[in-house]
């Protein structure tokens, strides 16, 4: 490992589940000044001040002022975008366009943008597409960049089918796909230390936590609970919503069968990296013992 070149790291949208993770990687890391854009108003909100107590900048923007932006970023080396979509509002490119257009005027040297997912065709839906069109302004906006494919967040898995409490799941797909999935904290991890890699820039990063199949994911979450599961199969989401058949799954559903069918990460690049993640029974354990 190289030491950084960078010294100044603001992560936008740096209370928001994913944005905290990464925050507190970096505070841990203790090699970087580590500045938290939100947007203003300005307002109290319990994890600004967490990871204010632990040594972060909280500075706030009004995104929709450019100018107010760029002043926001001055002196920072580094952006890191955590920001997400709102399926009623803002997607992943009309959230983010703003702020790399102020980083690029505020001299930032690079932008990670919020991919932190898993790698999918052009056309396999609209967010993935909203996530391509925004990278394409990235990579034409001369700044350095790096993309972070990390598949599912371990502690979304509820989110993903898996209901603890009621022992079920439903699968968007056969069982034996293999699928990758990474927690949080390692997200942030691996973020934190592609600045410390040189392979890293202008690169697209592939890691994961575990890369298992979804059977060999419930297999974890039955021994944990201690419980069979009720497993349900429900391939056909995606025709049922593209021809509104009912009952037509919604939005966010339609996405996770893409996710799934279409999803993939290619070949890992876990061993350019100093730590070994967190083992996923210890993960699963814990959301487990949550759901009790």
Do not use: C
């Not at 002196?75 to 979509?85: I, Q």
């Not at 996405?255 to 996923?280: C, H, Y």
């Amino acid at each position: 490992m190289s030491n950084s070149q960078f010294k100044t790291v603001t992560i936008a949208g740096g209370t928001g589940t994913l944005g905290y993770a990464i925050a507190e990687a970096f505070l841990n890391d203790g090699s970087y000044n580590v500045k938290v854009l939100r947007r203003k108003p300005e307002n109290e909100n319990e994890k600004a001040k967490l990871l204010v107590s632990k040594g972060a900048e909280i500075v706030y923007a009004d995104y929709t002022q450019h100018d107010d932006l760029v002043k926001a970023l001055k002196g920072t080396d580094v952006v890191v975008s955590a920001l997400n979509f709102d399926p009623k509002g803002a997607g992943f490119y009309d959230s983010q366009a703003p702020l790399l257009a102020a980083a690029k005027d505020a001299s930032v040297k690079r932008f990670i943008p919020s991919e932190f997912g898993g790698k999918l065709k052009p056309g396999a839906h609209l967010i993935i597409d909203d996530k391509i069109k925004l990278g394409q302004e990235v990579e034409k906006s001369g700044l350095e960049y790096t993309y972070i494919y990390v598949g599912l967040f371990q502690e979304y898995f509820g989110w993903f089918g898996f209901d603890i409490k009621n022992k079920k799941v439903t699968f968007f797909d056969d069982g034996s796909k293999v699928f990758p999935t990474t927690s949080l904290s390692d997200i942030g991890k691996y973020t934190v230390e592609t600045l410390k890699l040189p392979e890293a820039r202008n690169a697209h990063i592939n890691v994961a936590g575990a890369h298992l199949t979804l059977n060999e994911y419930l297999e974890l979450f039955e021994k944990a609970t201690g419980s069979k599961w009720e497993v349900v199969v429900d391939k056909d989401v995606r025709h049922r919503f593209q021809n509104n058949i009912e009952p037509v799954p919604s939005f966010l559903d339609n996405f996770k069968a893409v996710i799934v069918q279409e999803g993939e990460i290619g070949k890992l690049d876990n061993d350019k990296f100093s730590f070994t993640p967190r083992p996923i029974a210890e993960v699963i354990e814990e959301l487990v013992k949550q759901a009790s």
